[in-house]
């Protein structure tokens, strides 16, 4: 459990004041993603740079802006942004509050393949910068450096055109057979087409909890509203229970059994969970085959009667 007191946050030179929740910045070393914290005060405006890596945010408090490529974003809370991997991007706030947001990023896997560069470049004008590397159609043709060409610019091509911004009311919220209602922010359902990492939020019924359950890679719950505990164990039966509040970040570590449960018997929980399952996970798979990666303790499942009993409250975001 990472507690959001104990997350300092430092000021640095792009114009934010930045804390690190997750990742080598902060002495807690990861292998496939970062999670960050950051506050930006009203009238402040970030350096422009880009990175080698992507890079997802969700806002927590107040409101604010991202410029990507030029183009300008404006965010309230429970927003998310897609920052695509060599996109020129800055964020500012034009409010009346400190901003605060988290943000997820691929680089500790860039990192990995020894692939990450970073270029900050203060408060130049974008249209001056460099546009993002240039990549090269494929001729006609059927031997291999013509279909490699033609399979990479498909994949370019695709993936400059994904989802960017999601407004938190343009999504639809979704009943799960699990008793939570849950609502994509970053995931390919919606047209994103980020480098794997995703980010869907999750609301705990009343008293209610998840199914108890294990799989591989780094798995994080974002506390964006309520407060409850989580069993972590190596085996079901064999671990401990870690309370967690508003603020905080639940690391699931690699393969540990668990189970969450919202513990206001009144209030909805809020988790915003993160992990990089979409390339990371099927890449494992096809490693690790035949062994059984997801695995899941079919008796903590509530029961249909049950699901059909929970009375949701409305889902109603904050005011920036
Ligand atoms: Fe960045
Ligand atoms: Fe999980």
Same mark, same amino acid.
Not at 86 to 96: A, E, I, L, T
Not at 218 to 246: C, I, N, Q
Not at 264 to 271: E, H, K, T, Y
């Given at each position: 459990?990472?507690?959001?007191?104990?997350?300092?946050?430092?000021?640095?030179?792009?114009?934010?004041? +930045?804390?690190?929740? @997750?990742?080598?910045?902060?002495?807690?070393?990861?292998?496939?993603?970062?999670?960050?914290?950051?506050?930006?005060?009203?009238?402040?405006?970030?350096?422009?740079?880009?990175? +080698?890596?992507?890079?997802?945010?969700?806002?927590?408090?107040?409101?604010?802006?991202?410029?990507?490529?030029?183009?300008?974003?404006? /965010?309230?809370?429970?927003?998310?942004?897609?920052?695509?991997? /060599?996109?020129?991007?800055?964020?500012?706030?034009?409010?009346?509050?400190?901003?605060?947001? @988290?943000?997820?990023?691929?680089?500790?896997?860039?990192?990995?393949?020894?692939?990450?560069?970073?270029?900050?470049?203060?408060?130049?004008?974008?249209?001056?910068?460099?546009?993002?590397?240039?990549?090269?159609?494929?001729?006609?043709?059927?031997?291999?450096?013509?279909?490699?060409?033609?399979?990479?610019?498909? %994949?370019?091509?695709?993936?400059?055109?994904?989802?960017?911004?999601?407004?938190?009311? %343009?999504?639809?919220?979704?009943?799960?057979?699990?008793?939570?209602?849950?609502?994509?922010?970053?995931?390919?359902?919606?047209?994103?087409?980020?480098?794997?990492?995703?980010?869907?939020?999750? !609301?705990?019924?009343?008293?209610?909890?998840?199914?108890?359950?294990?799989?591989?890679?780094?798995?994080?719950?974002?506390?964006?509203?309520?407060?409850?505990?989580?069993?972590?164990?190596?085996?079901?039966?064999?671990?401990?229970?870690?309370?967690?509040?508003?603020?905080?970040?639940?690391?699931?570590?690699?393969?540990?059994?668990?189970?969450?449960?919202?513990?206001?018997? !009144?209030? !909805?929980?809020?988790?915003?969970?993160?992990?990089?399952?979409?390339?990371?996970?099927?890449? @494992?798979?096809?490693? @690790?085959?035949?062994?059984?990666?997801?695995?899941?303790?079919?008796?903590?499942?509530?029961?249909? !009667?049950?699901?059909?009993?929970? %009375?949701?409250?409305?889902?109603?975001?904050?005011?920036?």
């Amino acid at each position: 459990m990472v507690r959001k007191e104990d997350v300092k946050l430092q000021p640095t030179a792009r114009g934010m004041r +930045s804390g690190v929740y @997750m990742g080598w910045d902060g002495d807690a070393p990861t292998r496939c993603l970062d999670a960050l914290v950051h506050e930006i005060d009203p009238g402040a405006v970030t350096t422009i740079h880009r990175h +080698s890596w992507d890079a997802q945010t969700f806002v927590v408090e107040g409101s604010g802006w991202t410029e990507i490529d030029g183009v300008r974003h404006d /965010w309230k809370p429970w927003d998310a942004i897609h920052i695509p991997a /060599w996109s020129w991007h800055r964020s500012g706030n034009d409010g009346g509050k400190t901003a605060r947001f @988290m943000s997820y990023s691929s680089e500790p896997m860039l990192w990995t393949l020894g692939m990450c560069l970073i270029e900050d470049r203060g408060h130049e004008d974008v249209r001056k910068l460099p546009p993002r590397p240039a990549f090269t159609e494929g001729p006609k043709g059927d031997d291999p450096y013509a279909r490699r060409l033609r399979r990479l610019a498909q %994949e370019a091509k695709k993936r400059r055109k994904g989802r960017i911004h999601t407004p938190y009311d %343009e999504q639809d919220l979704l009943a799960t057979p699990r008793g939570t209602r849950t609502k994509f922010l970053v995931d390919r359902a919606i047209g994103s087409e980020a480098s794997g990492i995703t980010q869907v939020m999750i !609301q705990f019924a009343p008293g209610k909890t998840q199914s108890l359950h294990r799989h591989p890679g780094e798995a994080w719950l974002y506390v964006v509203e309520g407060h409850g505990h989580s069993f972590m164990g190596t085996a079901p039966d064999k671990g401990e229970h870690h309370r967690w509040k508003k603020g905080d970040l639940i690391v699931v570590d690699h393969y540990l059994w668990h189970q969450h449960f919202n513990d206001d018997p !009144q209030n !909805q929980a809020r988790l915003v969970r993160v992990h990089m399952f979409d390339s990371i996970l099927e890449t @494992m798979r096809a490693l @690790m085959d035949p062994m059984v990666l997801f695995e899941e303790a079919e008796d903590t499942l509530l029961s249909m !009667q049950e699901v059909s009993k929970i %009375e949701w409250p409305d889902d109603r975001r904050p005011e920036g």
